[in-house]
């Protein structure tokens, strides 16, 4: 069987879901594991590192074992080896490095945010659909084991007609003032200026999220809170946080399912999961994490009676089933990453394209705008 090498640039990947998810446990799990099998080839990922900090893509790549690391990235460009190019900088950055990476007729994948406006996500899809250009957006959430079981009950008709969809997401995010409880995410994150917030950051989540799962979104209520207004920045100094960190929001679907999700990185968790989606159907209820969902069947649905004088008779636990593994399940990040090397090499189908990215940021714009403006969005088509 004939193999192919498939040139990666790795742009930004210094950072911990970089490090972690694309490179670590998916581009090396990747080569790891013997390529890709796809019909009568198999397909080989040949990274290269790209960043602006020599020591730091120096350290990564002697601690996978990655051969080649540049701060030249215009060099790499060049080279006709690599086909495709992956950014994982900031988000006001990408621009600058995807129009870099078209011009040398790479094809482009991108993490999410795409842009932090819907003209500028707008505009950098239409550059790479203009160039001829294949690409795409990372979109891991729909590869995650929880949501796959969901998708697979739904199919199978288990909700019946889905009503709700209730999502809780978060965890505390430290503010860095206990110099034993460092924080855990970049300082750019609560910074506006930077291209941070979580309503730019998550909203472009649940878009995708509801879009395949739930039904297309119509329109949008959103609130969001800068809850914490200073946190201490790698440097151990304080700094002002400009950009939202809560954001509540309600969503309304074309086919009347209404999904409300609470996104925090103020709140400490007590649930099953970091993210847990409550999906309430007229045969059937489900609770859906990361990696693991539980169902109640209307067969199985307790009949509680309100008497608030005594303690709760019912354990509401008791009557859920968990959903077991159907399979062995692989790591979301890499089984898309998968899933776009097939597309680059093989023309295989991807629908995730940066124009589905920028509605994830056209959906961002519309909770911003509603917190601004405190009423209802209506989301409709993007203007391409």
Aim: charged content about 25%; glycine content about 8%; aromatic content about 10%.
């Amino acid at each position: 069987m004939e193999t192919r090498n498939i040139g990666i640039i790795l742009n930004g990947v210094t950072g911990r879901m970089g490090t972690n998810q694309h490179l670590v446990r998916s581009i090396k799990a990747i080569c790891d594991e013997g390529s890709i099998v796809a019909e009568d080839v198999t397909l080989m990922p040949d990274p290269i590192l790209t960043g602006r900090n020599e020591e730091k893509l120096r350290g990564l790549a002697e601690q996978h074992d990655v051969e080649n690391f540049t701060t030249d990235i215009d060099a790499a460009l060049a080279e006709d080896r690599y086909e495709i190019f992956f950014d994982a900088s900031s988000t006001l950055l990408r621009a600058g490095f995807v129009e870099r990476a078209v011009k040398a007729g790479k094809s482009i994948y991108c993490e999410k945010p795409t842009a932090v406006t819907t003209a500028d996500a707008v505009a950098l899809a239409k550059r790479c659909e203009d160039a001829g250009v294949k690409n795409g957006v990372v979109q891991d959430k729909l590869w995650l084991p929880g949501i796959r079981k969901f998708v697979a009950l739904r199919d199978e008709g288990f909700f019946g007609d889905i009503l709700s969809v209730r999502g809780e997401f978060g965890y505390w995010v430290f503010t860095g003032h206990d110099p034993e409880q460092p924080a855990q995410r970049p300082s750019w994150n609560y910074r506006k200026e930077d291209g941070g917030g979580i309503i730019i950051d998550m909203l472009c989540h649940w878009r995708y999220v509801i879009d395949h799962c739930f039904g297309k979104v119509k329109s949008v209520s959103c609130v969001g809170a800068t809850h914490i207004p200073e946190r201490i920045d790698e440097q151990g100094s304080a700094y002002a946080c400009t950009a939202d960190d809560s954001a509540y929001a309600t969503f309304e679907c074309e086919n009347g399912v209404i999904c409300h999700f609470n996104s925090s990185w103020d709140v400490r968790v007590r649930r099953d999961d970091l993210l847990t989606m409550q999906v309430d159907g007229t045969k059937g209820s489900a609770i859906v994490g990361l990696r693991k969902c539980w169902i109640q069947s209307a067969a199985d649905t307790p009949r509680p009676v309100w008497n608030p004088d005594i303690d709760q008779p019912i354990n509401f636990y008791e009557s859920w089933t968990e959903v077991p593994d159907a399979e062995a399940y692989d790591n979301a990040f890499k089984i898309q990453w998968e899933e776009f090397i097939r597309h680059v090499a093989l023309d295989a189908p991807f629908p995730y394209t940066l124009m589905e990215g920028a509605k994830g940021v056209q959906l961002a714009d519309c909770g911003l705008r509603s917190w601004r403006e405190r009423r209802w969005i209506d989301v409709g088509p993007i203007d391409a």
